[in-house]
């Protein structure tokens, strides 16, 4: 039988496989990722069909007018080298055409990621740590249901390159897991997330104006894992203060990757963003 290869736009229950797929690739997805990756962009997950079999897939998320982000970019061991992938590649650049687009490329495809137009900005590096499950006593922090969505927006747009409204909504109130602000001065002053995924807990994003801000949110996220649970922050390496945090907990680096754009560096304040929110969607 001849190859028939085609490419289409994923259903719902088929970001579940990409899903899977990333965890089999030791990238450890979070339990409820599918939901809130696709409550993004549902136009923006592709999938290769060979002889109507998946072998690949690709994430192509558009944010507002401006940007859009890549990732879930794999193609099944068995089928490598063949050139599926390059044909997820190009509809996932079709689709975002006109736009910003960024990505977390891992270190072995960052030569190739420049060929096609994509500048490295910086390394973001992976921390594990552990869960305290230890309660913080400290009134500047609420649960972030307490914060309007008007005002959590305002301030996420202020650390991300275009508006993901939808993305938010799913992201800060997916189940189990643990959102939180710090608030004083009667504003938000950052937040942070911790979710489930497949080995314990990751924290992100984690914004802040400074590091204590920073400092009190991890202490009380990582008081939402608990004790002895493995916790992960992805930490933009020019941020010297989460690098700082990090260290300071005794964290441990697993894992790097770049974070990539095409048309430039979005300019983002990297000194308030202590941990990225995921490396698949930005």
Known sequence: MGEDYAIRRMRRDEVELAIDWAAAEGWNPGLNDADCFYSADPKGF???????EPVGCISAVAYGKTFGFLGLYIVRQNFRGRGFGIGLWHEGMDYLLGRRVGLDGVVEQQENYKKSGFQFI????????????DTID????????EVS??????YDMLHFPD??????????????????????????????????????FKIGPLFAEDERVAES???????????????????????????????????????????MYTRGDPGLPLRNIFGVTTFELG
Not at 138 to 145: A, F, K, Q, T
Not at 149 to 154: A, E, I, S, T, V
Not at 221 to 240: Q, R, Y
Request: net charge positive; charged share 30%.
């Open 46 to 52: 592709f999938i290769g069909l060979l002889n109507d």
């Open 149 to 154: 969505f008007n005002d959590l927006k305002r």
């Open 217 to 259: 949110l991890f202490r009380a996220l990582t008081g939402g894992a608990e004790k002895g649970a493995p916790v992960f922050l992805d930490v933009p390496e020019p941020n010297s203060a989460a690098l700082r945090l990090a260290e300071r907990h005794k964290m441990e680096k697993t894992f790097e990757t770049a974070r």
């Open 163 to 200: 508006q993901r409204d939808q993305f938010l909504k799913t992201w800060v109130d997916q189940p189990n897991s643990v959102a939180l602000g710090f608030v004083g001065d009667e504003r938000l002053k950052g937040y942070g997330l911790l979710r489930p995924c497949r080995l314990g």
């Open 122 to 133: 910086h390394r973001s590096v992976r921390y594990q740590g552990e869960g305290t499950g």
């Open 138 to 145: 400290d009134p500047g922090i609420i649960d972030l249901s």
